[in-house]
Nanobody
Framework: QVQLVHSGGGLVQAGDSLRLSCAAS????????MGWFRQAPGKDREFVAAISWGGGDSTYYADSVKGRFTISRDNAKNTVYLQMDSLKPEDTAIYYC?????????????????WGQGTQVTVSS
């Protein structure tokens, strides 16, 4: 089992920045990828960004956040970050991190085995 613990999130104004963190613990895989998804009220969960561990640094972003959000990792801490800049009201959602014990990054939620509890991000206009 892999446990994912979120930190960060909160209420900000449009144009502000926010950083989310997600620390992984438990079973160790030599190669894996982690991603961020979000779910707004009444909408389906959607992909935000993903990054792979092992064998190079590969990142993948949804078009809606490309150029505003940056995913990164800290290998020593087994932690993934989502730096969110130029936030918009439409970014308001619960954000979830997810873990996939495969090095390739994917954008569909079914490709991830473990999920964090989620953290609320609210962007006011």
């Amino acid at each position: 089992q892999v446990q994912l613990v979120h930190s960060g999130g909160g209420l900000v104004q449009a144009g502000d920045s926010l950083r989310l963190s997600c620390a992984a613990s438990g079973r160790a895989f030599s190669s894996y990828s982690m991603g961020w998804f979000r779910q707004a009220p009444g909408k389906d969960r959607e992909f935000v960004a993903a990054i792979s561990w092992g064998g190079g640094d590969s990142t993948y972003y949804a078009d809606s956040v490309k150029g505003r959000f940056t995913i990164s990792r800290d290998n020593a801490k087994n932690t993934v970050y989502l730096q969110m800049d130029s936030l918009k009201p439409e970014d308001t959602a619960i954000y979830y991190c997810a873990y996939r014990p495969v090095i390739t990054t994917v954008s569909y939620s079914g490709g991830y085995r473990y999920w964090g509890q989620g953290t609320q991000v609210t962007v006011s206009s």
